[in-house]
T-cell receptor, first 110, second 114 residues
Framework: GQQVMQIPQYQHVQEGEDFTTYCNSS?????IQWYKQRPGGHPVFLIQ?????EVKKQKRLTFQFGEAKKNSSLHITATQTTDVGTYFC??????????FGPGTRLSVLP | KAGVTQTPRYLIKTRGQQVTLSCSPI?????VSWYQQTPGQGLQFLFE???????NKGNFPGRFSGRQFSNSRSEMNVSTLELGDSALYLC?????????????FGPGTRLTVL
C-alpha cells in the first residue's frame, strides 16, 4: 500500500535558524496537504499543493511539491518559538484514502 | 463558526468493553473522517463518511465501525476493546468529501484501555 515518509523525525533549532522537513511518498500523489500539531493539540491545516512543481508561501513558510508529485517539502525561515510543534504531510494517491506521514517534531530553543 | 466538537474528551475503559465516540462537524460540513493517533503508529485513517454513506475505510479490524446521521454528526464504535486501542481518536470534518478538501480536526477523544 501507499507509504508516506518524513525526515527528519526530530529537529532542534536555535531561534532564528531555518528549518526544513521532507515528505516522500511511495506512489504518485493527486495532492498533498500539510498540517501542524502543537503539543497537546490537534492537527491544523496549513496548506494544500496540487500541481506538479507547485510552490506556495505563507509568510515565513515555503511549501514545494515535487515535479513527479511524489515528494514535498516545508521550509521555515528564521524560526520562532511559536513554530514549535509536529509538522505532518498527508498525501492521497488517486482514489485512495489520506495517508499521513509520521511527522517531524520541531523544537525551537530561545 | 463553532469548530469540530468531540465527546467525551477522555474515556477509561477495560479490555472487552465497547465504546462509542461522538463527533459534531462544523456547521455546513457534510464529510466526517476519523483517525487514530498513537505515538508508535502516528495518524492512521479509520473511515470517511459523506451524506450518511461510508466512502472509504482504512485498514482496521471489524471491531471498529462508524456511522453518520442525517445532521452530519458521526459516531464511531469500538467493540471488544484491546489494550492496543488506547489512543487519541480524532475526527475531522470538511465541506465536501474527496482528496482536495481541507480537513478541520476536533480536539480528539483520549481513550485509555486498562
Amino acid at each position: 500500500g501507499q507509504q508516506v515518509m518524513q525526515i527528519p523525525q526530530y529537529q532542534h533549532v536555535q531561534e532564528g535558524e531555518d528549518f526544513t522537513t521532507y515528505c516522500n511518498s511511495s506512489t504518485t500523489l493527486s495532492n498533498i496537504q500539510w498540517y501542524k500539531q502543537r503539543p497537546g493539540g490537534h492537527p491544523v491545516f496549513l496548506i494544500q499543493l496540487v500541481k506538479s512543481g507547485e510552490v506556495k508561501k505563507q509568510k515565513r513558510l515555503t511549501f514545494q511539491f515535487g515535479e513527479a508529485k511524489k515528494n514535498s517539502s516545508l521550509h521555515i525561515t528564521a524560526t520562532q518559538t511559536t513554530d514549535v510543534g509536529t509538522y505532518f504531510c498527508a498525501g492521497r494517491d488517486y482514489g485512495q484514502n489520506f495517508v499521513f506521514g509520521p511527522g517531524t517534531r520541531l523544537s525551537v530553543l530561545p | 463558526k463553532a469548530g469540530v466538537t468531540q465527546t467525551p474528551r477522555y474515556l477509561i475503559k477495560t479490555r472487552g468493553q465497547q465504546v462509542t465516540l461522538s463527533c459534531s462537524p462544523i456547521s455546513g460540513h457534510r464529510s466526517v473522517s476519523w483517525y487514530q493517533q498513537t505515538p508508535g503508529q502516528g495518524l492512521q485513517f479509520l473511515f470517511e463518511y459523506f451524506s450518511e454513506t461510508q466512502r472509504n475505510k482504512g485498514n482496521f479490524p471489524g471491531r471498529f465501525s462508524g456511522r453518520q446521521f442525517s445532521n452530519s454528526r458521526s459516531e464511531m464504535n469500538v467493540s471488544t476493546l484491546e489494550l492496543g486501542d488506547s489512543a487519541l481518536y480524532l475526527c475531522a470534518s470538511s465541506f465536501l468529501a474527496g482528496a482536495y478538501n481541507e480537513q478541520f480536526f476536533g480536539p480528539g477523544t483520549r481513550l485509555t484501555v486498562l
